[in-house]
């Protein structure tokens, strides 16, 4: 059974930083894509970023290119969104998804597996 479990979330200030970590059991991170999402309050999950499968190239949204990393440490099995420049539009319940495919969907659809999420809360 496959199960993704994040944590590191937390309350930050404003321009403060954060690591969330997502950890799997049931599957190897290795072999799937990854992806990290957010939901804040009334509004839609949304694409932050993530790592393909076969090439670990890695995507973000605009919102978060230059402030947010993901990385993969396959011997972990982790998945790492290390979060810089916080701002309070950043606050939201953040999710890692997991995807067999080769393609980084930006389409929450796409995910067969979700993590049950943390909450990132960015206070000015």
């Not at 969330?20 to 894509?33: D, H, N, R, Y």
């Not at 993969?72 to 998945?79: F, G, H, I, K, P």
């Not at 420049?85 to 495919?101: G, K």
Request: aromatic residues 12%; glycine residues 10%; charged residues 20%.
């Amino acid at each position: 059974q496959v199960q993704l479990v994040e944590s590191g979330g937390g309350l930050v200030q404003a321009g403060g930083s954060l690591r969330l970590s997502c950890a799997a059991s049931g599957l190897s991170f290795s072999g799937v894509t990854v992806a990290w999402f957010r939901q804040a309050p009334g509004r839609e999950r949304e694409f932050v970023g993530g790592v393909t499968r076969s090439t670990d190239t890695v995507y973000y949204t605009d919102a978060v290119k230059g402030r947010f990393t993901v990385s993969r440490d396959s011997a972990r099995n982790t998945v790492f969104l290390q979060m810089s420049s916080l701002r309070p539009e950043d606050t939201a319940v953040y999710y890692c998804a997991v995807d067999r495919s080769v393609v980084l969907w930006r389409a929450a659809s796409h995910y067969d597996y979700w993590g049950q999420g943390t909450q990132v809360t960015v206070y000015s």
